[in-house]
């Protein structure tokens, strides 16, 4: 039995035992490691923290990492949506009519974004037609 320390995306900590280090392994990429704080499945093994003694600034410490993490992903989708604005042009909530009409060649090929509701999306890919969906959340600088 190998005991590990774990922590879910929302930074909760709990420790679980594992037969061996290859279920823990499986059951990792299969997603059955479930947070039993708030029930999340991002789980990952917490990081090692060797010189730290205390259990209060472990915890602290992977707050600051999560953070860390946060942010550089918000850094990574505030640079693809200035690359999407200066290189597709909005279309608004006709999206999904835009991007069959191009796939259906009954209008100019080229790149757009704008919204569209799940029910579209699911349509869209029910059709084959080529889009990515991409986290946008309002600006909170600039
Ligand atoms: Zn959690």
Known sequence: MILYQLAC??????????RNIATYDAQSAAGDIMCPFCGSTGVTKAPMAPNV???VYKGV???????EVA???MRAVRRLHRHVEENCEYVGDRFAEEARSIH?????ERDIYGEATDQE???LDEEGIEFHRIPWTPRRDS
């Open 104 to 108: 259906f060649g009954e209008t100019e």
């Open 53 to 55: 003694a205390t259990g």
């Open 9 to 18: 995306t929302n930074a909760h900590q709990f420790e679980a035992w594992f």
């Open 121 to 123: 999306a699911t349509e």
């Open 71 to 73: 942010e550089q992903i």
């Open 61 to 67: 410490t992977t707050e600051t990492r999560a953070r």
